[in-house]
């Protein structure tokens, strides 16, 4: 969770009209979208992840 929230935070939070990934059990519910979104490069929005942070987001999101 540590290294996937701060990636996502500033978009994906409580009370924001976007999907709400505040907590690792969000996350695990919502897996196989965040999944898909990340590794087909349409997440995040407005910024690209370096190889490095990408893969490690997508490992993350897997041991969900």
Excluded at 4 to 20: E, Q, T, V
């Amino acid at each position: 969770f540590s290294t996937a929230y701060p990636l996502c935070s500033k978009c994906h939070y409580s009370g924001s009209s976007r999907l709400n990934l505040d907590t690792e059990t969000k996350w695990r519910n919502n897996k196989a979208l965040v999944y898909s979104r990340v590794n087909d490069g349409t997440m995040p929005k407005g910024t690209t992840l370096t190889t490095e942070q990408r893969n490690a987001l997508l490992n993350y999101i897997s041991s969900l």
